[in-house]
């Protein structure tokens, strides 16, 4: 039992609403004797292919995993330079580094704290590979305008879209205008399996065959025809996934529903909410506010049995671990994307939330607001 009164997850209440069906999947896997690249990884690929109306699908370890193998599949490597944004999980760019490019870092819309579009292009380079643009929370960047650029240059485009499972567009879906999909399915996700998972979508059936052989030891039927990783999807995950994925648009219009909740109870503090940019399916993945004291604010719920989250506080070209020297940018000036990690705090926000939960998390925000107001 959790000991807050508001968690910031919802895991195991999803896993008891689901107990009989995610039960069933996990004995049928047990049942089939095939646990590693078996039938039912096969059949959670061309449903997860499926759902994004797209050719092929790709199950893999981890959303980390998905970048790296994608952007190695896709012949991003040693000398390439990778753009994308800094406020995002250290994994984007961890991604990058790994298959041995160099992440070149954009700043931010602060109204939706993607990446702006009309910064890009000052800093594309004549060895510019890719673009990564990353679903921030849950909303779609701006993929017209950022296709257009990828195009007008002959970059190749990959989304990151760990946290944008099932968000769309005004007028595009997700890989739509993109080369892959990469996404997580780590247990915090909107889709998320009971341990660690990733997996890439995409209409190239090269890329796609290419993943598959990498993530196995860069292996075809039994020879190995290059170096590549242990990186698959277990089938018991895919089984769970399978289930999982039958419910993921009714969470995430849950999800909607109780960040409505938010946005019209919450409008008159002194908080700044998250923009939903007109005629996008944001999925709040996570429900992020904006306040010069958030520290304060996240304390003072904490008091209150209420679990606030900071994603993420500080930028990954700051972060102590981000490889300096010839491996990365220096001191790339992001002062929009610098300013948001110190005011972000992201509130509870998951299906399984109680109307209590969500009222008790209302009310003392703005028992907060009103005392700071005086
Ligand atoms: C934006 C983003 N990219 C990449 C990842 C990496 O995914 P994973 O944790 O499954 O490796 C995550 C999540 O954890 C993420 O939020």
Known sequence: MSEWKVDFYGHVCQYRNLKEEIDAAIVEVLETGKY????????????LAKYYG??????VN?????????????????????????????????????????AIFVDIDPATCNIDPNLIEEKITPKTKAI?????????????????????????????????????GPDFKVGE????????????KNLGTF?????????????????????????????????GYNSRLDDLHAGILSVKMKHIDEWNERRREIAKQYDEKLEDTSLVL??????????????????DKRDDLQEFLKERGIRALTHYPICIHQQE????????????????SEKSASRVLSLPMYPELTQEEIDLTIDSIIEWDCQRKG
């Open 36 to 47: 590693v690249q078996g039938p039912t990884l096969a059949r959670f690929e061309e449903e």
């Open 54 to 59: 797209m050719d092929y699908a790709a199950g």
């Open 62 to 102: 981890s959303g980390t995993d998905a970048l790296w193998l994608s952007f190695m599949a896709l012949g991003i490597g040693k000398g390439d330079e990778v753009i994308t944004t800094t406020n995002t999980f250290f994994a984007t760019a961890e991604a990058i580094w790994i298959a041995g490019a160099k």
């Open 132 to 168: 990564v643009p990353v679903h921030l929370y849950g909303q779609c960047a701006d993929m017209r305008a950022i296709s257009a650029i990828a195009k007008k240059h002959g970059l190749l485009m990959i989304e990151d879209n760990a946290q944008g499972f099932g968000a769309e």
């Open 177 to 188: 205008l993109s080369d892959a999909v990469c996404t997580s399915f780590i247990i915090q």
């Open 195 to 227: 341990g660690d998972g990733g997996g890439v979508i995409c209409n190239r059936e090269d890329v796609i065959s290419r993943i598959k052989e990498l993530r196995n030891h860069g292996s075809s039927k039994r020879s190995h025809h290059l170096m």
């Open 274 to 291: 998250p923009t939903e940019k007109e005629g996008y399916r944001h999925i709040y993945h996570l429900y992020v506010i904006e306040h």
């Open 321 to 336: 671990g981000y490889p300096w020297g010839e491996d990365a940018e220096t001191s790339p000036s992001l002062p929009l």
